[in-house]
C-alpha cells in the first residue's frame, strides 16, 4: 500500500499501540515521523476526507506548510532519538512517552490539514497532551507549571472554538483554509489571535513558558519550543485571512506587539538564574519577529510575496537552533561537557544572533529587507538593536550552562553516543541547511556582500564585548515575582476554585402535585405512559435542531 498524507499521524498511534504491549518500542518511535519526509519529496496530491466531516482534506498548500512540515518530522524525529537516552530510566517512562506520542500525532496533523476542522483536532490533541510533559517530573514546581500551562491551553481552545464558529458564520458555512480569504470580523479575528497567541507564546501571552522549559524534561522542551510554538504561529497564518479591512487595521497594531515582545522578553530573559528559563524568554522574544511579518503580510495579502517564504524560513531557522540550545542545556545540566562540546552549542547560539554563513543570517537579512519596504522602515534600526539583545540573552544563557556544571559530579560521564549525535544533527543544522535548501542559499551570495556583513557582525561583536565587561556581575532581581505572575494568578484561580463559596439549596418538590398532573395527561391518550414520553422526548429534539 502506497504512503498517503492521513497515514503521517496515524502511524505515531501504531507505535503507542504496540509500545503498550510491547515497552521496548520506545527506542524506535524516533521512526514514527520519518515516512513524512517521503511525502513530503514525494508525496501523492492532497486528498479529501469526507467520511470524517464535511470540508476534511489533508496535504501541503503552501510553502509554510511545506517548512513546518520538515520541521515538525525533524524536530520529533531528533527529539525522540534523544528522549530513548535521556528518559531510559524513568520509572514513569510509558507515561511520557504515551503523552510524547499523542503531542506527536496532533502535531502531524494539524500541519499537513488544509480545513479548519481537522486543525482544530490536530491543535487540541497536541495541545492538551502536552501537558503530560510539562508536569512530567515530580514535585511541586513541575504541577504548577503543569496546571498554568493547562488552564492557558484549555483557555485558548475556548477562544479558538469561539473563533471557528465565528468564523464559519461569516464565510456562510464554508469548511476550507481555501474558502476563507474573506473579511474577517474583528471580534473573530481577537478570539482567533488571542486564542492560538497563546500556544505560540508571544507577549503578553507568554505566562506559561518561563514557567514550563525549566521543569519540563529537555526533550520535551525541544520540541515545545520548536514545534509546538510554531502550531499557534501556523493557526494563525491560516485561520485568520490578509488583506482584509480588520488585519489592515489590525497589522500595525500587532507589529509593535511583536516588536516590544522582542525586546521586553530580553530584557526580562536577562535577569533570569536557569539557563532554561533564559531560553524560554527568547523563544517569547524570536514570537515577536515571527508576528511582526506576520502583520506585514495582513497589510499587503500578496500571494507571491516574499513575506511567505520569510515566515517559512525563520520558522524552520529557530525551529533546529532553539531545540538545539535545549537539548544542549539539558545534557549541560547532567553531562560533563569537553571544550569542543562547549563549540558546538555556541553555533546555534550564534545562528540566532544572525551569524553569516548561517540561517539567522539569511532570515535576518531578508526580514530587514521586508522591514525597509513597508510602512515601519522606521523601525529598521531596532532590528540591528535587537539582534545585538538577541546574543546577550544567549551569551547569559551559555554562561549558566557553564556554571551548571560546577553542580555536577566530576565522575560523571560524558554524553552517551545516541544522545550525542541527535544533538549534533540539530546544532550543525544552522550551517548544513543554507546549503542544501535552495532559499537559503539564495541569500549567502547577499549576506556576504561587505555593507551586509558588517550590518551581521557588529551586533554580536559588541554583545560580546559588553558580555565581557559585566560577566562578573551579578543579574539577580527583586522583579522575579513580577515576572512570574502566571504563577500566581493560577495559584489564586486554584484556591477560589476550591474556596467557592457554593450556597446549599434545598429544592423541594411536590411530588403529589406533579403525579396529579401527569395522571390527568394520560387520561388523554390510551397509548400509555411510555410511548406519551418518548413522543415528547422525540418533539424536544426536534424543536432543539430546528434552532440551529
Known sequence: MMLDWWHIPLIPLLFWLLMMRWPSVSNWIWLAPL?????????????????????????IDSPVNHYFLLLSIVLWSVASLFASVTQRNDVHRLRFWSFWLWSMTGNLLLVIALDPASFYVGFTLMSLAAYGLVAHQPGPLPRQAGRLYLQLAVLGEMLIYAGLILRVHETGGLLSFSDWQQPIGWLTAVCL????????????????????????????SA???????????????????????????????VFFIGLFGAFYAVVAGLLQQQAKTVLAFSSVSQMGYLLMIIAMFWMTGDATSSLIILLAMYGLHHAVAKAAL??????????????????????????LAGLPLTTG?????????????????????????????????????LLLMKQSQQNISKNARAPEAVA????????????????????????????????????????????????????????KTSFKAKLFAGRWLSLRLRYCLIHFPVPEW?????????????????????VGTLPITIGLTFLMMLSWTMLF
Open 35 to 59: 515516512p513524512g519526509l517521503f511525502l513530503l519529496w514525494h508525496g501523492p496530491a492532497n486528498i479529501e476526507l469526507p467520511m470524517l466531516w464535511p470540508g476534511a482534506a489533508l496535504g
Open 193 to 220: 489571535l488571542t486564542g492560538f497567541g497563546l500556544k505560540a507564546g508571544f507577549w503578553p501571552l507568554h505566562l506559561w513558558l518561563p514557567l514550563a522549559h525549566p521543569v519540563a524534561p529537555a526533550a520535551a
Open 223 to 253: 520540541v515545545l519550543s520548536g514545534a509546538m510554538l510554531k502550531a499557534g504561529i501556523l493557526g494563525i497564518w491560516q485561520f485568520i485571512p490578509a488583506d482584509t479591512p480588520t488585519t489592515v487595521a489590525l497589522g500595525p497594531v
Open 326 to 351: 535545549f537539548m544542549g542545556a539539558g545534557l549541560a545540566s547532567s553531562r560533563q561537557l569537553s571544550p569542543w562540546h562547549w563549540g558546538l552549542m555556541t553555533l546555534p547560539a550564534l545562528a
Open 361 to 397: 543570517a539569511s532570515v535576518k537579512y531578508l526580514l530587514k529587507d521586508a522591514v525597509s519596504d513597508s510602512m515601519f522602515v522606521l523601525s529598521l534600526p531596532l532590528l540591528s538593536i535587537g539582534s545585538m539583545a538577541t546574543a546577550l540573552l544567549l551569551i547569559r544563557a
Open 420 to 475: 550525542l549525535s541527535s544533538w549534533l544533527v540539530l546544532s550543525l543544522a544552522p550551517i548544513v541547511i543554507p546549503l542544501m535548501v535552495d532559499e537559503f542559499r539564495h541569500q549567502l551570495t547577499q549576506t556576504m556582500q561587505l555593507q551586509a556583513l558588517t550590518g551581521l557582525l557588529w551586533p554580536i561583536i559588541l554583545a560580546t564585548v559588553i558580555a565581557a565587561i559585566v560577566s562578573r556581575l551579578s543579574l
Open 506 to 526: 434545598v429544592i423541594r418538590l411536590k411530588l403529589d402535585g406533579w403525579r396529579k398532573v401527569e395522571r390527568s395527561i394520560n387520561k388523554f391518550s390510551s
